[in-house]
């Protein structure tokens, strides 16, 4: 099996199967319970908490754990819009949002706020002053994802956070770091964040777990309310063996982010060359983009006759955004992919074990494809 589906789901590593292992088995206690076996599992995710802290450059105390990116962008957006949206009614946001983020705020603008969609300029690229000149003093919230899952495009976060906090500090920050956490930097103070959302699964851990970073002093009403686990933010027991692998995952994935960056480029560059000797092939992806996500155009075969072919032969791959199970989602239209070339958008996402073996069965592949499919 050639496996290009890492923006989907990762295949979890061992030690987060290990991690997980042993929460089921020798360490299954509630870390609420007040006895050995419950204080020896709250030990068990104090630390995986540490260490996404520590990543993070944040303190143990501002990580939150949720059943994954999907509950901790609705914890976001809905906790903070409760918290600190009575006369503040403005939401600015990007505009190729992941559903879990686009979907809350349409959910939110049906409850009487006003949603600001940034979109990317005609070259795919967003331009920072965009979003500054969005906000204003009615602004409680501005959200945007770091790496787009559909086509790798990197936003610009950074430079607008610092510079929307310069002019209105009250503006709480938000960012979903899902397809950029472990592979580029993720800081929070150095992005100017109030809050983040992860994912488990897309960094080798087990699906059904994420995070929400929380900057000290940002207040959000809970969306879940209940036994007030983690700090009665997020009521429910934690699942133990899945923060366990998470923890794990980012342990192990840490100190290599900068090495396995500079590997998965050069197997972009490597497909990226496979590729121009395909005629009609595309690239939607910008060159700067993260080399993780790269967005093709298949020649005009639509995408779902082309990812069942290549699943024929043992190599997945996606269309558009796994998430919404084929269904195109806007997204790639906002970043200038539209008709035929939309229609036959293959997503290929690698990891640092994906190999310039595996490519070029791929690009072999998709060649054998295109002269063969119908439409
Ligand atoms: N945000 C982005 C950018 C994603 O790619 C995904 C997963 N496709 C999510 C949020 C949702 O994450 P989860 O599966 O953990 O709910």
Same mark, same amino acid.
């Given at each position: 099996?050639?496996?290009?589906?890492?923006?989907?789901?990762?295949?979890?590593?061992?030690?987060?199967v290990?991690?997980?292992?042993?929460?089921?088995?020798?360490?299954?206690?509630?870390?609420?319970?007040?006895?050995?076996?419950?204080?020896?599992?709250?030990?068990?995710?104090?630390?995986?908490?540490?260490?996404?802290?520590?990543?993070?450059?944040?303190?143990?105390?501002?990580?939150?754990?949720?059943?994954?990116?999907?509950?901790?962008?609705?914890?976001?957006? +809905?906790?903070?819009?409760?918290?600190? &949206?009575? =006369?503040?009614? /403005?939401?600015?946001? %990007?505009?190729? #949002?992941?559903?879990?983020?686009?979907?809350?705020?349409?959910?939110?603008?049906?409850?009487?706020?006003?949603?600001?969609r940034?979109?990317?300029?005609?070259?795919?690229?967003?331009?920072?002053?965009?979003?500054?000149?969005?906000?204003?003093?009615?602004?409680?919230?501005?959200?945007?994802?770091?790496?787009?899952?559909?086509?790798g495009?990197?936003?610009?976060?950074?430079?607008?956070?610092?510079?929307?906090k310069?002019?209105?500090?009250?503006?709480?920050?938000?960012?979903?770091?899902?397809?950029?956490?472990?592979?580029?930097?993720?800081?929070?103070?150095?992005?100017?964040?109030?809050?983040?959302?992860?994912?488990?699964?897309?960094?080798?851990?087990?699906?059904?777990v994420?995070?929400?970073?929380?900057?000290?002093?940002? +207040?959000?009403?809970?969306?879940?309310? &209940?036994g =007030?686990?983690? /700090?009665?933010?997020? %009521?429910?027991? #934690?699942s133990?063996?899945?923060?366990?692998?998470?923890?794990?995952?980012?342990?192990?994935?840490?100190?290599?982010?900068?090495?396995r960056?500079?590997?998965?480029?050069?197997?972009?560059?490597?497909?990226?060359?496979?590729?121009?000797?395909?005629?009609?092939?595309?690239?939607?992806?910008?060159?700067?983009?993260?080399?993780?996500?790269?967005?093709?155009?298949?020649?005009?075969?639509?995408?779902?006759?082309?990812?069942?072919?290549?699943?024929?032969?043992?190599?997945?791959?996606?269309?558009?955004?796994?998430?919404?199970?084929?269904?195109?989602?806007?997204?790639?239209?906002q970043?200038?992919?539209?008709?035929?070339?939309?229609?036959?958008?293959?997503?290929?996402?690698?990891?640092?074990?994906?190999?310039?073996?595996?490519?070029?069965?791929?690009?072999?592949?998709?060649?054998?494809?295109?002269?063969?499919?119908?439409?």
């Open positions: 099996m050639i496996y290009l589906d890492n923006a989907a789901t990762t295949k979890p590593c061992p030690e987060a290990s991690a997980a292992l042993e929460a089921m088995t020798d360490n299954f206690g509630n870390p609420s319970s007040l006895h050995r076996a419950g204080l020896n599992a709250q030990l068990a995710m104090d630390k995986a908490r540490r260490t996404i802290a520590d990543s993070l450059g944040a303190a143990p105390d501002n990580v939150i754990f949720t059943s994954g990116a999907t509950e901790s962008n609705n914890l976001a957006l +809905r906790g903070a819009t409760a918290a600190y &949206g009575k =006369k503040r009614r /403005k939401i600015v946001a %990007s505009a190729v #949002e992941h559903a879990s983020v686009d979907e809350t705020l349409a959910d939110l603008e049906s409850k009487g706020f006003e949603v600001v940034v979109s990317p300029r005609e070259d795919g690229r967003f331009c920072p002053e965009d979003f500054i000149n969005a906000c204003d003093e009615n602004t409680v919230l501005l959200t945007m994802m770091y790496v787009n899952n559909e086509t495009y990197v936003l610009p976060v950074k430079e607008v956070f610092t510079a929307v310069r002019r209105f500090k009250d503006i709480v920050t938000h960012t979903d770091c899902v397809q950029a956490y472990m592979k580029l930097p993720v800081k929070a103070n150095q992005l100017g964040a109030d809050l983040i959302s992860l994912s488990g699964h897309k960094i080798h851990g087990v699906k059904g994420g995070a929400l970073y929380i900057k000290k002093g940002i +207040r959000l009403i809970p969306v879940v309310t &209940g =007030k686990q983690e /700090k009665g933010i997020r %009521s429910g027991t #934690e133990v063996p899945l923060i366990c692998a998470f923890g794990a995952a980012v342990g192990k994935l840490s100190p290599t982010i900068k090495e960056y500079e590997r998965v480029s050069e197997l972009k560059a490597r497909l990226a060359e496979l590729l121009s000797a395909i005629e009609g092939v595309e690239i939607n992806s910008p060159e700067d983009g993260s080399p993780y996500v790269v967005n093709i155009s298949a020649a005009g075969k639509r995408s779902e006759i082309m990812l069942h072919y290549l699943e024929g032969r043992e190599i997945y791959v996606s269309s558009g955004s796994a998430c919404s199970k084929g269904q195109q989602s806007g997204v790639p239209a970043f200038g992919i539209t008709g035929k070339r939309a229609d036959s958008a293959l997503r290929i996402s690698m990891t640092a074990d994906t190999t310039e073996a595996e490519i070029e069965v791929f690009a072999a592949a998709l060649a054998e494809g295109i002269a063969s499919v119908r439409g």
